[in-house]
């Protein structure tokens, strides 16, 4: 009988270091899930950061070269009605459309470009 106690002590003793050593992995599991969680949550935040960003916010456009294109069109087609006004009256709607469908044309091809 003392062997049948010694293998009942043996046994517990047994169960309850695997237990223990069952306890100890769960609690290293369950800190690597919150270190886990943290370096994902830490990672979302940067990302979201990134995304927040206006890369373009200091760059601008130099748009004094286009306003200079601008008011030269505008002082063609100008140019261009007055010379029909002051020359043959019926040549006048036809200039003044023709004008204009030039200078509408001029205007997308700059818009195009900036």
């Known amino acids: 009988m003392p062997a049948a106690t010694t293998m009942a002590i043996v046994g517990t003793g047994l169960s309850a270091a695997t237990t223990g050593a069952s306890f100890l992995q769960a609690a290293k599991q369950k800190d690597l899930q919150r270190k886990a969680?943290?370096?994902?949550?830490k990672s979302m935040e940067d990302a979201r950061r990134a995304l927040e960003k206006n890369f373009y916010e200091g760059l601008s456009i130099p748009k004094e070269a286009y306003e200079i294109?601008?008011?030269?069109?505008?002082?063609?087609?100008?140019?261009?009605?007055?010379?029909?006004?002051?020359?043959?009256?019926?040549?006048?709607?036809?200039t003044v459309g023709r004008g204009q469908e030039q200078g509408l044309t001029?205007?997308?091809?700059?818009?195009?470009q900036m």
């Open 37 to 41: 969680e943290y370096e994902a949550k």
């Open 69 to 94: 294109s601008k008011e030269v069109l505008k002082t063609t087609g100008e140019m261009g009605i007055t010379a029909a006004q002051e020359a043959d009256p019926r040549q006048l709607a036809a």
């Open 106 to 112: 001029a205007a997308q091809q700059l818009g195009a």
